[in-house]
Structure formats: structure tokens, C-alpha cells
């Protein structure tokens, strides 16, 4: 339980805090932190880890009203179901019926995204939901 929290929100604040120095010293800069979709709507047997992401996401928009005045954009992808090492072993055919797109998401999608923050200079405070529209649903 510690550890999660330890790795998904206390490194991800200690992360930001020695980019945003750097950031202040450059005069600028962005940061997209990475969340997940479990910590905008929760899911049950993972409430330590929607705990995390959702930390995530007033960290992420508080830190970017905090820095916004030395050019300094945060924001946050959520992912959904992306093909990675950690979901690897869900039963994936069963839960693609309940994603509108009909499919898990892949790595690039969720960079592809990520991508999009960073270069988008008017952008912060956003947390951009790359789920293939399971959020819709639920």
C-alpha cells in the first residue's frame, strides 16, 4: 500500500519539484504527468492505486496554477487499457466489450497524447483521458 502511493504520487511530486527548478531557471518548461482513468472514476480491489492516481490529478492542477506565471505548463494523460506489461494479464476479449472503440489502446497512443501537451503552449491544467471511451460509460 505504501509503496504505491511512495511510487505513484510522492515520486511523481519529488520528480516535479526538481524539473520545476530546472523549469524556473530556463524560464519555462512543461510536464505531463502520467495518471491513469482509475483515478478520475475508481475501480473496485484498487483503491490504494485509484487513490494514487487521483492524488495525481489535484497535485498535477495545482502545481500548474502554481507555476503558470513562470511559463511553466503541467498537465495529465489518464489512460485506459493500454497493452503493457501490467495489463498483460487481463482477460482482454472480455473487457474490450466494454470499451466503445472496441480494442485496448497501445503505447504510442498514449505518447501520441502526451506529445500533444507538450506542445501545445496554451494548454495546463488539463488532464487528457486516453481510454477509448470507456469513461463514457461508467
Known amino acids: 500500500m505504501v509503496s504505491q502511493l511512495h511510487t505513484n504520487l510522492?515520486?511523481?511530486?519529488?520528480?516535479?519539484?526538481?524539473?520545476?527548478?530546472?523549469?524556473?531557471?530556463?524560464?519555462?518548461g512543461a510536464i505531463v504527468n502520467v495518471g491513469s482513468i482509475v483515478g478520475l472514476k475508481g475501480n473496485s480491489g484498487q483503491s490504494v492505486?485509484?487513490?494514487?492516481k487521483a492524488g495525481l490529478v489535484g497535485f498535477s492542477r495545482s502545481l500548474a496554477k502554481e507555476v503558470a506565471r513562470k511559463n511553466i505548463r503541467v498537465n495529465m494523460v489518464?489512460?485506459?487499457?493500454?497493452?503493457?506489461?501490467?495489463t498483460a494479464h487481463l482477460?482482454?476479449?472480455?473487457?474490450?466489450?466494454?470499451?466503445?472503440?472496441?480494442?485496448?489502446?497501445?503505447?504510442h497512443e498514449v505518447a501520441k497524447a502526451v506529445v500533444f501537451l507538450l506542445e501545445s503552449p496554451y494548454v495546463t491544467g488539463h488532464v487528457l483521458v486516453v481510454d477509448g471511451g470507456l469513461q463514457l460509460l461508467i
Open 91 to 107: 482477460k482482454e476479449e472480455e473487457l474490450k466489450k466494454a470499451i466503445p472503440l472496441g480494442r485496448f489502446g497501445e503505447p
Open 78 to 86: 489518464a489512460p485506459g487499457f493500454i497493452h503493457t506489461d501490467m
Open 49 to 52: 492505486y485509484s487513490a494514487s
Open 10 to 28: 510522492l515520486g511523481t511530486m519529488l520528480t516535479c519539484k526538481a524539473a520545476v527548478k530546472n523549469m524556473i531557471q530556463q524560464e519555462g
